[in-house]
Every structure is written in structure tokens, then in C-alpha cells.
Antibody, heavy 121, light 110 residues
Framework: QLQLQESGLGLVKPSETLSLTCTVS??????????WGWIRQPPGKGLEWIGT???????HYNPSLKSRVTISEDTPKKQFSLNLRSVTGADTAVYFC?????????????WGQGALVTVSS | QSALTQPASVSGSPGQSITISCTGT?????????VSWYKQHPGKAPKLLIY???NRPSEISDRFSGSKSANTASLTISGLQAEDEADYYC??????????FGGGTKLTVL
């Protein structure tokens, strides 16, 4: 059964870089049927799509975050990562990684449990 | 890109049916049948309910159904149960190869 697990620091200082890694187990990260994505949810608010990376390394980002975001992958380790630069308090959120089905409809069919990242000095 | 528009809250009694709307534009819902719906309990990860407007994963009850008309998608839950109380989110693919979520709807089962 496919499982995704986020990991990374839970506290980041303003102006620094938020870094998270998602480790995939129980399935392949190199299938052309899927991309891999990040979604965040500020406390008490809705979901916001951050971006996705395909099996070939092609990325797509939310235009509102594009200047600060990099998503990369390490296929031998079955991991993909999120870097968000120059963070502020508005970046405090639970960050989810998820598998993105790109063959039959562009939807997220498996999610990690989420990792809370707080931006504070 | 702007978030899709959902009502902040809906409610219904056990056994009733409710519908949650999700309004987008001609750059997302209006042009693609790539609308999905998710259910989220507090403190948990979202769970896929519907994909491609009206398709259900095999493990999802047929009490959940989806539809679309022009720029608006809808999720209908029939035979409401207490465990349906949760937050619901729609999502759509867009013409700029991005994804957008709705603001979320809190369903209360009275």
C-alpha cells in the first residue's frame, strides 16, 4: 500500500528557507502515470496548491509562490522535496505531500499525514 | 489564480441530501472535466471522494456523486450520516497547467 511521509524542521525563522522532504513507500516514484505534489493549509483555512513535479522532473508551480518555490526529486531514495525561500508568518501551515494522478483526471489520490511548519523568530 | 468559490457552510439532517457547489471560470471548471472533490476531518489529511467530475474511487460510497454545468461543479451527498460531517474541498485543473482548490465548505449534520 502506497504511503507518503513528510519530514523536516517544524520551526523556521522569518526570511529563512522552509525545507520539507516526502518519502514514498509501497510504490514507484518513476511511473509516468503520476506526478508528486505539495499542498499547504494555514491554521483554520483552506487548501492551497503549491506545485508538482513529474516523473521526468518537470515542475509546475502556483503563480503566487513561483518566485520562492523549488520542488525537486531524488528518485533512488524515492523522495521529493519542497524548498520555500524568504518565509514569513503567512507561510505557517500544515504542509501535505501527495501523489497526483495525471492520467485520468489530475487529482490527488494519496496523501501524507501532513507536517506543521511554524514561521517564527 | 483565484480560488474556486464554495459556500462556507451547509447543513442537513440525517437521511437528507445536500449539495455543495463549486464555481470557477472558463479557464478551469468551464473548460476541463478535471474536477475533483475531497473530504477532510479536522487534523487529518484530505481524502479523495470524486475525480473527473463524477467518478468515484472504488472504496467511496455511492451516496457521494458529482456533476458539472458550465463553470460550476457540484457534490451531492445523499442519505446524510453523522460521519459525513467534515470539510469538503473541490479542485480543478486550469488552462495554465496549474491546480486550484475551492475555499472549502463545512458540512454540519444536524
Amino acid at each position: 500500500q502506497l504511503q507518503l511521509q513528510e519530514s523536516g524542521l517544524g520551526l523556521v525563522k522569518p526570511s529563512e528557507t522552509l525545507s520539507l522532504t516526502c518519502t514514498v513507500s509501497g510504490g514507484s516514484i518513476t511511473s509516468s502515470e503520476y506526478s508528486w505534489g505539495w499542498i499547504r493549509q494555514p491554521p483554520g483555512k483552506g487548501l492551497e496548491w503549491i506545485g508538482t513535479i513529474s516523473y521526468s522532473g518537470r515542475t509546475h508551480y502556483n503563480p503566487s509562490l513561483k518566485s520562492r518555490v523549488t520542488i525537486s526529486e531524488d528518485t533512488p531514495k524515492k523522495q521529493f522535496s519542497l524548498n520555500l525561500r524568504s518565509v514569513t508568518g503567512a507561510d505557517t501551515a500544515v504542509y501535505f505531500c501527495a501523489r497526483h494522478n495525471v492520467v485520468s483526471g489530475y487529482y490527488f489520490d494519496a496523501w501524507g499525514q501532513g507536517a506543521l511548519v511554524t514561521v517564527s523568530s | 489564480q483565484s480560488a474556486l468559490t464554495q459556500p462556507a457552510s451547509v447543513s442537513g439532517s440525517p437521511g437528507q441530501s445536500i449539495t455543495i457547489s463549486c464555481t470557477g471560470t472558463s479557464s478551469d471548471i468551464g473548460v476541463y472535466d478535471y474536477v475533483s472533490w475531497y473530504k477532510q476531518h479536522p487534523g487529518k489529511a484530505p481524502k479523495l471522494l470524486i475525480y473527473e467530475v463524477s467518478n468515484r474511487p472504488s472504496e467511496i460510497s455511492d451516496r457521494f456523486s458529482g456533476s458539472k454545468s458550465a463553470n460550476t461543479a457540484s457534490l451531492t451527498i445523499s442519505g446524510l450520516q453523522a460521519e459525513d460531517e467534515a470539510d469538503y474541498y473541490c479542485s480543478s485543473f486550469t488552462t495554465t497547467n496549474t491546480l486550484v482548490f475551492g475555499g472549502g465548505t463545512k458540512l454540519t449534520v444536524l
